[in-house]
């Protein structure tokens, strides 16, 4: 069976690095939910019109939409034949509990969710440095606030699903990628 596989992680947690370094040594598929969303709009799609006309008003797609273009995605032939490494997705619990339900659907599951765990203060260094205008020390905080909110329940979602490896995220880029590869590696 191919490998599923979900990233979890504050903004800053090294998410998008480690994804890079994981597709060079495993045969997933990369799947970034901002991806998906600029493909549907830039398509015309029925979704990607649906979507862009919440974003247009700076709404908050919902979930059925997201769910719809994510649920496409995953049955795309590379996914079916590679498995995927979702980032970005899912954001709550609900998106969860319907990825699992369609990947049962689909007999297939999440094989490992990856949380990269990394203290706050790492945090905002990391997204201090990035140089962005917008990321000023405030809007850096409340960004972590808001992602937390957002993240925990998912770490706690799951870690009773038994699919939850947490990441120290901490650390030297290479050392924390040597973590990651022995938990894909344990699932082959």
């Not at 870690?159 to 040597?178: F, M, P, Q, S």
Request: no cysteine; net charge negative.
């Amino acid at each position: 069976m191919a490998m599923n596989l979900i990233l979890l992680g504050l903004p800053g947690a090294g998410k998008g690095t480690q994804a890079e370094k994981i597709v060079k040594d495993f045969p997933v598929i990369h799947i970034s939910t901002g991806d998906i969303f600029r493909a549907n709009m830039a398509e015309k799609t029925a979704l990607g019109e649906k979507a862009k006309s919440f974003m247009d008003a700076g709404e908050l797609v919902p979930d059925e939409i997201t769910n719809a273009m994510v649920a496409d995605r995953l049955q795309e032939a590379d996914v079916q034949e590679h498995g995927f490494m979702l980032d970005g997705y899912p954001r709550n619990e609900d998106q969860a509990r319907f990825l699992d339900s369609f990947l049962a659907d689909h007999n297939s599951k999440v094989s490992a969710t990856l949380y990269f765990e990394v203290s706050d203060d790492i945090l905002r260094q990391r997204l201090l440095g990035r140089g962005r205008a917008d990321d000023t020390p405030e809007v850096i905080d409340k960004r972590m606030e808001v992602n937390k909110a957002a993240n925990l329940p998912l770490v706690d979602y799951y870690k009773k699903e038994n699919v939850l490896h947490t990441i120290n995220g901490n650390g030297d880029l290479d050392d924390i990628y040597a973590n990651v590869k022995k938990v894909l590696e344990s699932l082959a």
